[in-house]
């Protein structure tokens, strides 16, 4: 061991992002031990070139070979299905649509790894987020937007209490993806470097909530599709096939256009409408919130709400109504909020808190 | 950092007696064996000289050796030679739950063709039971594969009796000996088998050679098909450095092999009193009497065996979780569940083997770093 030198690990997707970041903490003069989460079996659920799949392993391998630092596969199978894809498939099952990226980070990123860090005398995890930290006047640590904004992942990050916080780094948070790339080209890592957000849940052709389904032999919840006027237009075989908004692939023949417009677990309905104002909503109430920075002010709070990962912020204010409770108003409507998402409060580019969308509010509440 | 190695089941130094026999064929040698001209002589010579070296570690005559790019080709070529062969007789393979992939996933590919497979049990200690095989054994039996020596416990089998009741009922028994080579002695007569593997970079010498003994009488079973190299059992030039190579590693085996064995064995009990005398729990997998003198497999109950594994490589030392041949995957050891281990005992294992180049000295170090890292690593 190199003495007088932070150890910290890289978690290394093999993308480009993960991948110069590691190499910036090496800059940096940090010892960097390089970490490959294997996720799930090949050839499983996965499209080929996952961020989970043997050829991003091997890139993550080889970026960390020139580098010259050592690179573990690290098998985490076991967790994920338990944290993350069992939690996804009952969330669907309730007729909601997961987020198993803020999930992944809380449970995966900054659970099991961060375990595994510790284990190894590394207190920190750098990772290719495109997010920041910061430090406050009282010395707390505070979790912002990163400074590129098409590109900012604090949406997914919302959850990470304050001790997962102070063990993360964003090396490249403060940079433009141009940045990365211009870095990544000076390291001489290769093209062909893949956008893995998202890449673990994506599955070639298939529905990946039926996949899901099959995987945990769930039951699926069949039943009709009701128009706004409450008439039964149609029959559907699961209604984790379906999230609000959804326009495509519905299965329906209306003879127009139609939406999703909210998803009934008890009954199986799945509401349609031809009226793409009906999926807008004034406010929603989140459940599970949980504060990054205490609300200051009390309550009521003014903030900006994101409801989905690269959707605009919009203006809301947020009232306690329960323990760990939340009743959002927004200043103008949302589209298609969606219950299983994310609702994460910011105030500026600072994440306030957030918690997990239990249902949107509908008519004159604005 | 001081680097020690206790990975020797997964692969060894090239020693320098044996690169020296190798480097003239990677440079001023090249010919090919088959020519007739005088370059080809001397790879030829080369050839023979190996040949017999590689007969000589396994009691063996020369012509009865076919040289391979390593075990796992060895092992395909017996297996699936042999089911190509003898379809006609039978369709039936019986082999056992713990052997090395090379030999299992060349039973399940065949299981896909149609063939029918049987995979003896093992007890606690990984020895399968020779009358389970008197039972399986029937007319549509062609082929028995056992193997000598396990990889991951270094337990090592009733190869003799096993042997002698396939061959009572006339079916042709293969084992891989990749483990076992240079370990302990064999004798393909003694032991009564009729094909057997061995791997050059167990036993210090070069990757990607191999060998595959086939007795005398037995009709070969071919794998690759091509030319009439190795006497129209193994197409394709032969790698004359590696085979080279491979025969001086045999040589040096077999002539150090009683030293081998005393050193690395009492390596292993050192290693062994170390580890169970500081570190609480912790279960030796695989027989005590039956195995191999260089090989200790260790359970440590409620710890992750990569977690170990990968702190003693930031010590700089060497050991795996279970078989290098899938050190990415977590899931339990399939060894050691056939032996009857829960998941979480075969996934807290760690593989310690030894080499004759490790010291007194890197035992204790060994020893040391484990009990330090297993106190970090409950304290978290």
């Known amino acids: 061991m190199n003495r007088g030198r932070e150890r910290v690990v890289a978690a290394m997707s093999g993308g480009v992002d993960s991948s110069v970041a590691a190499a910036l903490m090496l800059r940096e003069g940090f010892e960097v031990v390089g970490v490959t989460l294997r996720l799930q079996s090949c050839s499983e ?108 992942q604090s949406y997914f990050l919302f959850s990470l209490d304050r001790r997962r916080l102070a063990s993360a780094i964003f090396p490249v948070g403060r940079m433009s993806k141009e940045q990365v790339r211009a870095i990544s080209n000076d390291l001489g890592f290769q093209d062909g470097f893949m956008e893995s957000q998202d890449a673990c849940f994506a599955a070639k052709g298939q529905c990946y909530a039926e996949i899901l389904r099959q995987r945990f032999h769930g039951r699926a919840k069949h039943g009709y599709f009701i128009d706004g006027s409450g008439t039964a237009v149609g029959r559907h075989t699961g209604i984790h096939q379906f999230t609000v908004g959804q326009g495509r692939k519905l299965g329906l023949a209306m003879g127009e256009r139609c939406w999703v417009r909210s998803i009934d677990s008890k009954t199986g309905a799945v509401c349609v409408t031809n009226q793409c104002g009906d999926l807008f909503s004034h406010g929603l109430i989140a459940s599970l919130v949980s504060w990054n920075a205490p609300p200051r002010g009390g309550n009521p709070v003014e903030c900006s709400i994101q409801v989905r990962y690269r959707q605009e912020a919009v203006p809301a204010t947020l009232e306690s109504i329960g323990r760990n409770l939340v009743r959002a108003v927004f200043q103008k409507p949302i589209r298609a909020v969606t219950p299983g998402q994310a609702a994460v409060f910011y105030e500026g580019d600072r994440v306030l808190g957030g918690g997990w969308i239990q249902s949107s509010l509908q008519g004159d509440f604005a | 950092m001081q680097r020690t190695y206790f990975d ?29 001209h005088w ?102 039996v062609i082929l028995v594969s056992i193997m000598h020596a396990n990889n991951e416990t270094g337990t090592i089998q009733p190869l003799r009796a096993a042997a002698s009741i396939a061959r009572a009922r006339g079916v042709l028994f293969h084992t891989d000996a990749v483990q076992a080579a240079g370990r302990i002695p064999i004798d393909v007569n003694k032991l009564g088998v009729d094909l057997l593997s061995l791997s050059g970079h167990k036993i210090h010498g070069p990757k990607g050679s191999g060998a595959l003994f086939v007795r005398r009488g037995i009709q070969p079973p071919v794998l690759i098909h091509g030319g009439h190299h190795e006497h129209g059992r ?65 359970s440590f109950p409620g710890l992750d065996g990569q977690f170990l594994a ?6 700089g030392i060497a050991v795996s979780t279970g078989s290098a041949c899938h050190a990415e995957s977590r899931e339990p050891s399939y060894v050691l569940k056939a032996m009857g281990r829960s998941d979480e ?34 304290a978290v």
């Not at chain 2, 150090?256 to 500081?278: D, F, N, S, W």
């Not at chain 2, 009497?289 to 260790?298: F, H, Q, Y």
Request: glycine share 8%.
């Open chain 2, 310 to 315: 990968i702190n003693l490589d930031l010590m």
């Open chain 1, 45 to 152: 659920i996965t499209v080929e070139r996952s961020c989970c799949g043997q050829a991003a392993t091997d890139r993550a391998g080889m970026v960390s070979g020139r580098l010259g630092i050592p690179h573990y596969i690290l098998d985490c199978r076991k967790y994920f299905e338990n944290e993350v894809l069992r939690h996804s498939w009952r969330e669907y099952n309730r007729g909601r649509t997961p987020n198993p990226c803020v999930i992944c980070n809380e449970k995966i990123k900054f659970g099991f790894l961060l375990d595994f860090a510790r284990s190894i005398g590394a207190g920190r995890i750098a990772t290719g987020h495109y997010a920041r930290t910061e430090t406050d006047s009282t010395g707390a640590i505070t979790l912002h937007r990163g400074s590129f904004a098409p590109k900012d």
């Open chain 2, 234 to 298: 193994r197409a394709g030039t032969e790698n004359v450095p590696a085979i080279a190579g491979l025969g001086e590693a045999c040589r040096l085996a077999k002539e150090r092999l009683p030293e081998t064995a005393r050193v690395t064995g009492m390596l292993r009990e050192r290693l062994e009193k170390g580890i169970l005398g500081q570190i609480n729990p912790a279960l030796v997998n695989g027989s005590l009497e039956s195995r191999l003198p260089n090989t200790l497999n260790v």
């Open chain 2, 8 to 36: 020797h089941n997964a692969t060894t130094r090239l020693d320098p007696s044996v690169l020296n026999v190798m480097l003239p064929f990677l440079a001023d040698n090249y010919g090919n064996p088959s020519s007739i």
């Open chain 2, 39 to 140: 370059f080809g002589r001397d790879a030829r010579r080369a050839l023979d000289t190996a040949r017999r070296h590689t007969a000589d570690l396994i009691g063996a005559e020369p012509e009865e050796i076919v040289f391979t790019s390593g075990g796992t080709e060895s092992d395909n070529q017996a297996i699936l030679g042999i089911a190509c062969l003898l379809r006609d007789r039978g369709d039936r393979i019986i082999t056992t739950a713990i052997e090395h992939q090379a030999v299992l996933n060349s039973c399940l590919h065949l299981q896909q063709m149609g063939f029918r497979i049987t995979f003896l049990p093992v007890d606690s200690e990984g020895r399968i039971d020779p009358s389970d095989l008197e039972h399986a054994l029937d007319k549509d």
């Open chain 2, 345 to 378: 005992e075969a996934s807290c294992c760690i593989r310690f083997s030894l080499g004759h180049e490790n010291t007194v000295d890197e035992v204790d170090r060994v020893v040391a770093a484990l009990n330090q890292v297993i106190k970090d690593l409950r």
